[in-house]
């Protein structure tokens, strides 16, 4: 409800008025004195507000600053750890120190010291800009808990590491520091990486709990912004005089306003004076003395007019205030049917305010305004939807910022090269080339994109994954259509092509590298482990599976140039197809007596001639039986077709592009696309290897890759 117009009694002749200016400022004064105290509230709250703000840039400053030396403490203690074996190795080799491995490890065990007890005690510490930024000490229990478990472990090392930082140590301090290192270096690193996570949450909190101090202070602002409006208001309307209310039912209705308006008298029947859009927001033609309610019948239901009736039962009771009215208007917001000029149906949002009109303090009628609010809702689901984009890519960026540089790098360009190459090959689809020549170029826009898609889920960008997911999607649709030549031409022209916005994304992550190249040489490579790990953990959990993961790649890192990314890539696409294809859910395990949690065993092995990766699972196996019936739901063969093959014939189906026993609904980005084992047999032949398979049905299933040395 928007107005309330009121008619006051004029001021009798001759009543006291304040003389001369002095007397004009102060009934100028008393007459906006409520404005005025409210202007003052409203920039004190304005000012608190902005002191707030300042206040919250400086704790994140100090959060950001105890994360990032939390976090160096883990680069510490790994320096620490590989200058002791450094020193090993030397001394097994015989060999003299060498100077600059013992100012690694003096740098590195007096850096740690500095920031442990700036974390523990609180001090002066660089800021992300360099700057000197005061930290204060962990303060959550379980922060102060962490820091006494890093000193427990930290200070019997330290001692042992003292001899080390003199010139004249001896191999038996060295070995015995170096037994310390391997005994309780882990747990070191474990609790410090948990000291970083716990001084992130604290981070969190705080930041969260200013945020709804923040939220706070903007709603009491904004009440406080609608309470002087809302008060000017009054006194506008106050200022109008008896005469003018006489003649406002004339003044109100407007032919050719683009509101519709209606008068509503106190028994619930429509004015004489109504605007000519009030029609076409009814959807029927409207007359004086109509119900109301009567004419709402086809818009709305029989509960929302019931609770639109209390409503305007009480605008007509004078001494309910508007304050007790705010918010309970059950039409402020309604979505109705109407019918076009053409006879068709369309969604409308519309949108009804009722003023009160008062004469001589009695409510005469209602006013009631009704707006088309279709544009504006529409307008504001675009907003939303832009703005939840806007979000996912924000925080595709910011996942791509926390990626490892060398491997960001290596996608940004691969990412280019492959979205390149898609682009030329849709646009060089045709149906005069024939149906053998558009198969292939369709197949290998296929595989790239699921290349591009896995690479990008590999590093968590989940946008960029997931259009380029959907993106795959239609290209398969496409390609296993069955329809002709000229019919497929036509879709892949009338694709919704993401290939300039995938572009967009691929150059905002790659000036994201710029900015990494700097960290990058002190940040230690991603380990492999870690992210078949992972990999491993994302699939299990998206097909509701409980796995462990045995993983041995440490040999990974003597590989080079591309035998190291393709070994990578076969690893990962094999542990995803162990998890998504092999390892059954926990209750198909327990009812065939196999422990609830299955494994999946990963290792790279180097001979004296060769490389071995195996990649073994306790799961169902390979079944030639399943695959059989797949291969004719699919209708690659028919049942009589089938009876010629052999086991071996039909499992290598497997490999062949499209295949997949997923159903297609069921497809995910670890599985179900028909682009897996035929990647990894491609990967296979460029790495100039050779790839067998052993399975026995219900017990395992295993993948070993021969390679040359």
Wanted: glycine residues 8%.
């Amino acid at each position: 409800m928007s107005a309330v117009l009121s008619a006051s009694p004029a001021q009798p002749a001759g009543s006291p008025h304040p003389a001369g200016d002095d007397g004009k400022f102060r009934r100028g004064v008393g007459k906006y004195r409520q404005l005025l105290i409210l202007f003052g509230v409203f920039g004190a709250l304005v000012f608190s507000l902005l002191a707030l703000n300042f206040y919250a840039s400086f704790r994140s400053a100090q959060v950001n600053t105890a994360y990032q030396l939390a976090n160096r403490q883990h680069e510490n203690l790994q320096r620490i750890a590989r200058a002791l074996l450094e020193l090993d190795a030397m001394r097994v080799a015989g060999a003299a120190w060498k100077a600059e491995t013992l100012a690694e490890l003096r740098t590195a065990a007096n850096a740690f010291q500095v920031s442990q007890a700036t974390l523990r005690g609180g001090g002066i510490a660089p800021g992300a800009d360099g700057k000197p930024i005061t930290l204060e000490a962990v303060a959550s229990p379980r922060g102060r808990d962490l820091e006494d478990r890093i000193d427990a472990l930290w200070k019997p090392w330290s001692i042992r590491i003292a001899p080390l930082l003199r010139d004249d140590f001896t191999s038996a301090q060295l070995a015995e520091a170096l037994a310390w290192s391997q005994a309780n270096h882990i747990a070191l690193l474990s609790t410090a990486g948990d000291l970083a996570v716990e001084t992130q949450l604290d981070g969190v909190a705080q930041a969260a709990e200013l945020r709804r101090l923040q939220t706070g202070g903007v709603v009491a602002a904004l009440v406080l912004f609608v309470l002087i409006l809302l008060t000017f208001l009054q006194r506008l309307r106050v200022a109008q005089e008896t005469g003018d209310l006489a003649r406002e039912e004339l003044r109100e209705i407007l032919v050719n306003v683009r509101e519709g308006l209606v008068m509503v008298m106190p028994d619930y029947r429509l004015g004489a004076r109504m605007s000519r859009s009030a029609h076409g927001m009814f959807g029927r033609t409207l007359h004086a003395d109509d119900d109301f309610f009567s004419q709402l019948s086809h818009l709305v239901g029989e509960k929302l007019r019931h609770d639109a009736r209390d409503y305007v039962k009480l605008l007509f009771t004078a001494h309910v205030q508007d304050s007790q009215l705010t918010g309970q208007n059950p039409l402020h917001a309604i979505e109705v049917t109407a019918r076009t000029r053409g006879g068709y149906t369309a969604r409308r949002h519309l949108s009804f305010a009722f003023h009160r009109i008062f004469i001589d303090g009695v409510v005469n009628h209602l006013l009631v305004t009704i707006q088309d609010t279709t544009a504006r809702m529409e307008l504001e689901r675009k907003l939303q939807d832009e703005r939840q984009r806007s979000q996912k890519d924000f925080s595709m960026l910011l996942k791509a910022f926390d990626a490892d540089p060398a491997m960001l790098r290596q996608f940004v360009q691969r990412a280019e090269a492959c979205l390149l190459e898609v682009n030329d090959l849709l646009g060089s689809v045709s149906s005069v080339n024939g149906e053998a020549a558009m198969s292939r170029m369709l197949d290998r826009a296929v595989r790239r994109t699921h290349e591009l898609m896995r690479d990008a889920s590999q590093l968590g960008l989940e946008s960029f994954s997931t259009q380029a997911q959907q993106f795959e999607a239609e290209l398969q649709r496409i390609q296993l259509s069955g329809a002709d030549l000229a019919t497929r031409e036509v879709d892949i022209q009338n694709l919704p092509m993401p290939l300039q916005d995938l572009l967009t994304k691929v150059a905002a992550i790659k000036s994201l590298t710029s900015s990494q190249r700097v960290m990058a040489a002190a940040a230690p490579a991603e380990s492999l482990n870690d992210t078949l790990a992972a990999v491993v953990q994302e699939a299990a959990a998206a097909s509701n599976k409980q796995v462990d993961a045995i993983i041995r790649m440490g040999s990974h890192s003597d590989l080079e140039g591309e035998s190291r990314h393709l070994v990578r890539e076969i690893a990962i696409q094999l542990a995803r197809n162990a998890v998504a294809h092999g390892i059954e859910t926990p209750p198909v395990r327990d009812s065939a007596g196999k422990g609830a949690r299955g494994v999946v065993d990963i290792q790279l092995t180097r001979g004296e001639t060769d490389w071995v990766l195996s990649v073994r699972d306790d799961g169902a196996g390979v079944t030639a039986s399943v695959i059989k019936q797949r291969l004719i739901e699919l209708g690659w063969y028919s049942a009589p077709q089938l009876e010629s093959f052999d086991e071996r014939q039909i499992v290598g189906h497997i490999f062949k592009p499209g295949f997949s026993t997923a159903d297609a609904g069921s497809a995910t980005v670890h599985a179900g696309r028909g682009v897996g084992l035929d990647v990894v047999q491609a990967n296979v032949q460029r790495l100039g290897g050779r790839m067998t398979l052993s399975s026995q049905p219900g017990i395992s299933t295993e993948f070993r890759i021969r390679f040359a040395a």
